[in-house]
């Protein structure tokens, strides 16, 4: 077996060049691969087409990276929490591509199995299926891309017929995923919220780099654990279990 481990998040990220398209995991600010988003940003690595549920706060997460105007796409299901973002989009400078959050995790595990494509009931009768859904403003309040109609058949199956849209798969260049725990091989385990679109993102990079808080030695993890095995994962780095996770909006019971 391959060992996969690699020194630094800095050397796993070096081959990401402009341009590049990236599935990148986290659920809000839960899971976030952080080393390799600073890493990312640290090299300078510019016009980025993201895949990722969100896009981080203003100051952390992916935020990082479009506050430093780095995404030139997005595609995503929630955009909030990031003024930042909301200002880049309407004034012209950044695309979104709006996903419903099934769609968009299908998309991502559809393009990991080698799917080109498939149908769902999810957007049936709204823009996402007739199109229309600004996708970049000009900048003067004006619609400068829209989301083109996308195909509409009608099945059956279970007995009942229901229209249907068919929605392409995602495959990046790269992934960028973080990881509780991993071995050598690639094998990753997921800690609760964290495992939200981490194992999905990994799928679809033709490349997925992962952060690990803890590596450890092949055979060490049960295999009945295992939520992403290795043949996913092509460079892992250890990050530690100190490094700094973030709640985006604490809330605590008032003491009785």
């Known amino acids: 077996m391959i060992d996969k481990q690699w020194a630094s998040a800095a050397e796993a990220v ?14 809000g600010l839960s899971g976030n691969p952080m080393k390799l988003i600073e890493a990312l940003h640290a090299q300078g690595t510019t016009d980025l087409s993201i895949v990722s549920n969100n896009c ?3 100051d952390w997460g992916l935020g990082i990276l479009l506050g430093a105007q780095r995404i030139r796409k997005m595609t995503s299901s929630y955009v909030g929490e990031n003024k930042e973002f909301e200002r880049q989009f309407l004034e012209g400078d950044l695309e979104l591509e709006l996903t419903p959050q099934g769609t968009l995790a299908e998309k991502l595990r559809a393009g ?5 494509a498939f149908y769902t009931q999810t957007g049936v009768g709204t823009q996402v299926a007739e199109g229309g859904l600004p996708r970049r403003y000009d900048g003067s309040g004006g619609v400068a891309v829209e989301s083109p109609a ?4 009608s ?15 995602i495959v990046t260049d790269f992934a960028l995923v973080h990881a509780w725990r991993g071995d050598r091989h690639g094998n990753l385990i997921f800690n609760k919220a964290a495992r939200n679109f981490n194992p999905l993102a990994a799928q679809a990079g033709r490349v997925c780099i992962a952060q690990v808080e803890e590596l450890v ?3 060490e ?24 996770k973030r709640i985006e909006r604490r809330t605590v019971r008032e003491g009785n």
Do not use: N
Request: glycine content about 16%; proline content about 9%.
């Open 150 to 153: 996308k195909e509409v058949r």
């Open 221 to 244: 993890l049960d295999p009945d654990c295992i939520h992403l095995p290795g043949i996913y994962v092509h460079r892992i780095v250890e990050v530690g279990t100190g490094i700094e």
């Open 14 to 27: 070096a081959d990401i060049p402009d341009g590049a398209s990236l599935a990148v995991g986290g659920f």
């Open 112 to 116: 990991g199995a080698g799917i080109a």
């Open 155 to 169: 099945f059956a199956p279970a007995g009942t017929p229901h229209d249907y849209v068919l929605e392409e798969s």
């Open 217 to 219: 030695e092949p055979g």
């Open 56 to 58: 981080g706060v203003d």
